[in-house]
């Protein structure tokens, strides 16, 4: 008879199990693990190194390398063989013994390292991912020392281009299925697969092993890369670049959304060689889009501006002294303020009225530390609340909708909530395109049971991978969309924990930021507005706004005492006591003459709702001065531009789409010497803040914002100053609804994430694994029109068309949609805008011909 032995003596004392944990012994230590956790989950809270390869704590258990067995011992009989700890569970009573106290573990493992080195390489000196590769130091640990394998070894070309930013070594790959299963489950792009059987078991896509199909075509592909154990997969713009131990890592914040997300910059002599995915639970987890982790090189791009430039009596920019290009700039914006300058002539030749006043058009991009100095310079310096961050098409209702929900609100709706949520509504926001960060955590929490929602024309991708309701509606009707929600989508808006997201786009719209005010109103739904780029919500509760201040504070006699106080100024008189302009306005005023000058940030005229009126605005003004980082459209019209320094050169804070502080530290000194250099010239650029505040100085007034540690301690200080009343969201008076009688479509558009924006300079490999443009339309607008799939048809706006190949699409009827801005082959880009379309709008298509050239 076999008697089962008596448990350890020790156990008599230990307290009873939690709830819902069970009690187990790893490596004759007494453990409680929640129920269902994974064994190499629990041996890594005790301490336990169990070496392994396929596991991921993000993804789903595969048991594909088998490095990580151990000895299992359940109800006094061991297992017959070692079992993998990363699919294996706790369970009552389990004694489990890994390789620091078995010798069949560990012999077990030593087997399972020799299996996988038989056919990999010695590629280790010129392998991108040797001095930090998981393979090369369990080897070294859970290895033998000699190998008995002596046949010839498999071999493949190399690399393989799987797509323009990734390359596969395919006989470097252990088949652990992180990349494929990442893809499946995490960004929901199958196109990278495990192929063939058996000994020639390969990683690639149907294109590669078939010659047809789709290639890796992903905004999540990098994070392939950097899963990968083996260095199987490798990135085309960083391979065989540098070697681990030649730089120097610091921690950072993505600059390219409205994320926050976590990153780690690798540097050395001067220059980023590649961006990493930090590791950050509450906001990105492990993951970033392609777009943060490969347009880094703006910042050593040749067009960047390394010193300061004014406009020469010959009509051209010159490189200049900060010391004169300061005292240029601020003389003539005195003079603007105050309309000391030449007076301009009237139809008769006779002087008018001279010109008066500065709007500034700080741009989205900014910390939250130079958004609160373009602020503070607007009201103190140039006396004028004519302030808008806003660099895109916005509205009245938009700020509105801000100063209701927004500014000066802090933490709000954050991504646990989303991964919590019972259901999420999307409105005027395409995630995927967007928000990608925010679109991983929908993904997420669709397949643990959220409902998602989504506003919209058509199945995108995002609504296809979040497993989403696509809520149909014309563009420009989305507000009586909101009205009318079926039942069941207004029942779980209505459930705790429902979120209402909304994009940017509302603004485009008239009546739906009050349509999304009034929906969270009458449901109990939480919303959370999520801009595109990283610098929005900082600049709302920083007051880079007409009708807001600092801390979300409304442009009244009270907010405009508390500031003055703060800001040592003699009184709210020193301050300008009505709302500014915003945006449209301000281009508006300086086309007309009403305004003397403009101060402008970081816009692409391109990204305006009215780029011709924005190049008419800067033509007409008596003075441009442009605070920039690499040559742009605005500076051709600047008479003084000041450099600036990205992201890398400084330090500073991104406050999210959560209301989330991000703050970073200084990547590489722009001091000058070797780390401050960009293509052999001394960069020495500053900080926003810094710029301006020596600029006020010239003008006798002081902004205390020379350092961005200084700036932030002091908005830290001022607070939050939300009113305890604030009014409804208004929506407009009367409808500017379009009809179409006259034969023409509704247009409908958004973003694409990868469409040649100002930093994607110089990243070739990036772009050619941009989505391609195209025409979607319905089945029956086609057949109407007389256009068939693939067929290249003609957008045609009041200022121009659009040429792209057509796709048949789940559209409403006489609806078109297309990308916002188009990337051009000569480096130039098309944009709606610049047509004249806009989002709801009248548009027409033309028929052409079909891609082999024949008629549509």
Same mark, same amino acid.
């Given at each position: 008879?076999?008697?089962?032995?008596?448990?350890?003596?020790?156990?008599?004392?230990?307290?009873?199990?939690?709830?819902?944990?069970?009690?187990?012994?790893?490596?004759?230590?007494?453990?409680?693990?929640?129920?269902?956790?994974?064994?190499?989950?629990?041996?890594?809270?005790?301490?336990?190194?169990?070496?392994?390869?396929?596991?991921?704590?993000?993804?789903?258990?595969?048991?594909?390398?088998?490095?990580?067995?151990?000895?299992?011992?359940?109800?006094?009989?061991?297992?017959?063989?070692?079992?993998?700890?990363?699919?294996?569970?706790?369970?009552?009573?389990?004694?489990?013994?890994?390789?620091?106290?078995?010798?069949?573990?560990?012999?077990?493992?030593?087997?399972?390292?020799?299996?996988?080195?038989?056919?990999?390489?010695?590629?280790?000196?010129?392998?991108?991912?040797?001095?930090?590769?998981?393979?090369?130091?369990?080897?070294?640990?859970?290895?033998?020392?000699?190998?008995?394998?002596?046949?010839?070894?498999?071999?493949?070309?190399?690399?393989?281009?799987?797509?323009?930013?990734?390359?596969?070594?395919?006989?470097?790959?252990?088949?652990?299925?992180?990349?494929?299963r990442f893809s499946r489950q995490i960004a929901g792009d199958q196109f990278i697969e495990l192929l063939e059987r058996g000994a020639h078991q390969q990683i690639g896509t149907e294109e590669t092993a078939f010659g047809e199909g789709e290639d890796f075509q992903s905004y999540f592909s990098g994070n392939t890369i950097q899963i990968c154990p083996v260095g199987a997969l490798?990135?085309?713009?960083?391979?065989?670049?540098?070697?681990?131990?030649?730089?120097?890592?610091?921690?950072?914040?993505?600059?390219?959304?409205?994320?926050?997300?976590?990153?780690?910059?690798?540097?050395?002599?001067?220059?980023?060689?590649?961006?990493?995915?930090?590791?950050?639970?509450?906001?990105?987890?492990?993951?970033?889009?392609?777009?943060?982790?490969?347009?880094?090189?703006?910042?050593?791009?040749?067009?960047?501006?390394?010193?300061?430039?004014?406009?020469?009596?010959?009509?051209?920019?010159?490189?200049?002294?900060?010391?004169?290009?300061?005292?240029?700039?601020?003389?003539?914006?005195?003079?603007?303020?105050?309309?000391?300058?030449?007076?301009?002539?009237?139809?008769?030749?006779?002087?008018?009225?001279?010109?008066?006043?500065?709007?500034?058009?700080?741009?989205?991009?900014?910390?939250?530390?130079?958004?609160?100095?373009?602020?503070?310079?607007?009201?103190?310096?140039?006396?004028?609340?004519?302030?808008?961050?806003?660099?895109?098409?916005?509205?009245?209702?938009?700020?509105?909708?801000?100063?209701?929900?927004?500014?000066?609100?802090?933490?709000?709706?954050?991504?646990?909530?989303?991964?919590?949520?019972?259901?999420?509504?999307?409105?005027?926001?395409?995630?995927?395109?967007?928000?990608?960060?925010?679109?991983?955590?929908?993904?997420?929490?669709?397949?643990?049971?959220?409902?998602?929602?989504?506003?919209?024309?058509?199945?995108?991708?995002?609504?296809?991978?979040?497993?989403?309701?696509?809520?149909?509606?014309?563009?420009?009707?989305?507000?009586?969309?909101?009205?009318?929600? !079926?039942?069941?989508?207004? $029942? %779980? *808006?209505?459930?705790?924990?429902? @979120? =209402?997201?909304?994009?940017?786009? &509302?603004? +485009? /719209?008239?009546?739906?930021?009050?349509?999304?005010?009034?929906?969270?109103?009458?449901?109990?739904?939480?919303?959370?507005?999520?801009?595109?780029?990283?610098?929005?919500?900082?600049?709302?509760?920083?007051?880079?706004?007409?009708?807001?201040?600092?801390?979300?504070?409304?442009?009244?006699?009270?907010?405009?005492?508390?500031?003055?106080?703060?800001?040592?100024?003699?009184?709210?008189?020193?301050?300008?006591?009505?709302?500014?302009?915003?945006?449209?306005?301000?281009?508006?005023?300086?086309?007309?003459?009403?305004?003397?000058?403009?101060?402008?940030?970081?816009?692409?005229?391109?990204?305006?709702?009215? !780029?011709?009126?924005?190049? $008419? %605005? *800067?033509?007409?003004?008596?003075? @441009? =001065?442009?605070?920039?980082?690499? &040559?742009? +459209? /605005?500076?051709?019209?600047?008479?003084?531009?000041?450099?600036?320094?990205?992201?890398?050169?400084?330090?500073?804070?991104?406050?999210?789409?959560?209301?989330?502080?991000?703050?970073?530290?200084?990547?590489?000194?722009?001091?000058?010497?070797?780390?401050?250099?960009?293509?052999?010239?001394?960069?020495?650029?500053?900080?926003?803040?810094?710029?301006?505040?020596?600029?006020?100085?010239?003008?006798?007034?002081?902004?205390?914002?020379?350092?961005?540690?200084?700036?932030?301690?002091?908005?830290?200080?001022?607070?939050?100053?939300?009113?305890?009343?604030?009014?409804?969201?208004?929506?407009?008076?009367?409808?500017?609804?379009?009809?179409?009688?006259?034969?023409?479509?509704?247009?409908?558009?958004?973003?694409?994430?990868?469409?040649?924006?100002?930093?994607?300079?110089?990243?070739?490999?990036?772009?050619?694994?941009?989505?391609?443009?195209?025409?979607?339309?319905?089945?029956?607008?086609?057949?109407?029109?007389?256009?068939?799939?693939?067929?290249?048809?003609?957008?045609?706006?009041?200022?121009?068309?659009?040429?792209?190949?057509?796709?048949?699409?789940?559209?409403?009827?006489?609806?078109?949609?297309?990308?916002?801005?188009?990337?051009?082959?000569?480096?130039?880009?098309?944009?709606?805008?610049?047509?004249?379309?806009?989002?709801?709008?009248?548009?027409r298509l033309i028929g052409g011909t079909t891609t082999d050239g024949s008629s549509a």
């Open positions: 008879m076999t008697q089962a032995p008596e448990k350890p003596s020790e156990q008599d004392d230990l307290p009873p199990v939690p709830h819902g944990h069970v009690r187990l012994t790893i490596d004759d230590r007494v453990v409680d693990a929640p129920q269902g956790e994974l064994l190499i989950r629990t041996c890594e809270r005790l301490g336990i190194v169990v070496p392994r390869f396929c596991d991921h704590p993000l993804l789903d258990p595969a048991g594909a390398c088998r490095q990580c067995l151990v000895e299992v011992e359940m109800g006094g009989r061991k297992m017959p063989k070692p079992q993998a700890s990363c699919t294996m569970t706790v369970a009552q009573d389990m004694v489990v013994n890994t390789q620091m106290t078995s010798a069949v573990a560990d012999k077990a493992q030593q087997g399972v390292m020799e299996l996988l080195l038989i056919n990999h390489p010695l590629d280790c000196p010129i392998c991108d991912k040797g001095g930090e590769c998981p393979l090369q130091n369990q080897a070294m640990s859970s290895g033998r020392a000699d190998s008995r394998f002596v046949e010839e070894k498999r071999t493949f070309a190399k690399p393989l281009p799987i797509s323009d930013e990734v390359l596969l070594d395919r006989e470097r790959c252990v088949l652990c299925q992180r990349c494929t490798t990135s085309a713009s960083y391979r065989f670049r540098s070697r681990p131990f030649d730089l120097v890592s610091t921690p950072g914040v993505s600059e390219h959304d409205s994320s926050g997300a976590s990153v780690r910059r690798d540097w050395r002599r001067g220059a980023v060689t590649r961006v990493l995915a930090g590791e950050d639970p509450d906001v990105n987890e492990e993951w970033i889009d392609d777009k943060t982790r490969f347009a880094f090189r703006y910042a050593q791009s040749a067009t960047r501006i390394t010193r300061p430039l004014v406009r020469g009596d010959d009509g051209e920019l010159h490189e200049t002294s900060w010391t004169d290009a300061l005292e240029r700039a601020a003389a003539s914006l005195l003079a603007a303020r105050d309309g000391t300058g030449p007076a301009p002539l009237d139809a008769d030749g006779e002087p008018g009225e001279p010109k008066r006043g500065v709007g500034v058009l700080p741009g989205g991009r900014l910390t939250i530390e130079d958004a609160y100095a373009y602020a503070k310079f607007a009201r103190v310096a140039l006396q004028t609340n004519d302030i808008d961050a806003r660099a895109r098409a916005h509205s009245g209702e938009e700020l509105d909708f801000l100063a209701a929900h927004v500014a000066g609100t802090g933490l709000g709706v954050t991504y646990a909530d989303l991964e919590s949520a019972p259901a999420v509504l999307t409105v005027a926001l395409e995630v995927e395109e967007e928000a990608p960060v925010v679109f991983l955590r929908l993904r997420k929490a669709a397949r643990t049971g959220t409902a998602v929602h989504h506003l919209g024309q058509w199945s995108s991708p995002a609504v296809v991978k979040t497993g989403g309701r696509l809520v149909r509606t014309a563009p420009g009707r989305e507000p009586e969309a909101l009205a009318t929600l !079926p039942d069941d989508v207004a $029942a %779980a *808006l209505a459930t705790p924990g429902a @979120v =209402v997201l909304v994009g940017e786009r &509302a603004a +485009e /719209v008239p009546g739906l930021y009050a349509a999304v005010s009034d929906l969270v109103g009458r449901t109990g739904a939480r919303v959370a507005w999520v801009p595109r780029r990283a610098g929005e919500r900082g600049a709302v509760d920083a007051g880079a706004l007409p009708t807001l201040l600092p801390g979300g504070r409304p442009v009244d006699d009270v907010a405009r005492a508390q500031l003055a106080s703060s800001w040592g100024l003699a009184d709210e008189a020193a301050l300008p006591a009505t709302p500014g302009r915003d945006g449209a306005a301000i281009l508006r005023a300086a086309a007309s003459g009403e305004l003397a000058g403009l101060v402008v940030g970081g816009v692409e005229l391109t990204d305006l709702p009215d !780029p011709v009126l924005a190049r $008419a %605005a *800067l033509r007409e003004a008596d003075v @441009v =001065v442009s605070l920039e980082q690499v &040559a742009s +459209e /605005v500076t051709q019209y600047a008479d003084v531009v000041l450099p600036v320094a990205p992201v890398v050169n400084k330090s500073g804070t991104f406050r999210n789409w959560e209301g989330r502080d991000r703050r970073f530290a200084t990547t590489i000194d722009p001091s000058g010497g070797s780390s401050g250099r960009v293509g052999g010239t001394a960069a020495i650029t500053l900080p926003d803040c810094r710029v301006l505040d020596t600029l006020a100085v010239e003008m006798d007034v002081d902004l205390f914002t020379q350092t961005p540690e200084v700036a932030a301690a002091e908005l830290g200080r001022l607070g939050a100053g939300r009113p305890t009343e604030i009014g409804p969201v208004r929506g407009p008076e009367g409808s500017g609804d379009v009809d179409g009688t006259d034969g023409s479509l509704r247009l409908a558009s958004w973003r694409q994430l990868l469409d040649g924006g100002a930093l994607l300079i110089d990243e070739p490999e990036l772009a050619g694994t941009a989505r391609p443009p195209k025409i979607r339309i319905s089945t029956v607008t086609a057949r109407r029109l007389g256009l068939v799939e693939d067929a290249v048809a003609g957008l045609e706006g009041p200022r121009g068309s659009l040429h792209l190949p057509v796709e048949l699409a789940d559209l409403p009827d006489d609806v078109v949609w297309a990308p916002a801005r188009v990337p051009q082959a000569d480096g130039g880009v098309v944009t709606l805008a610049g047509l004249g379309l806009t989002h709801g709008g009248p548009a």
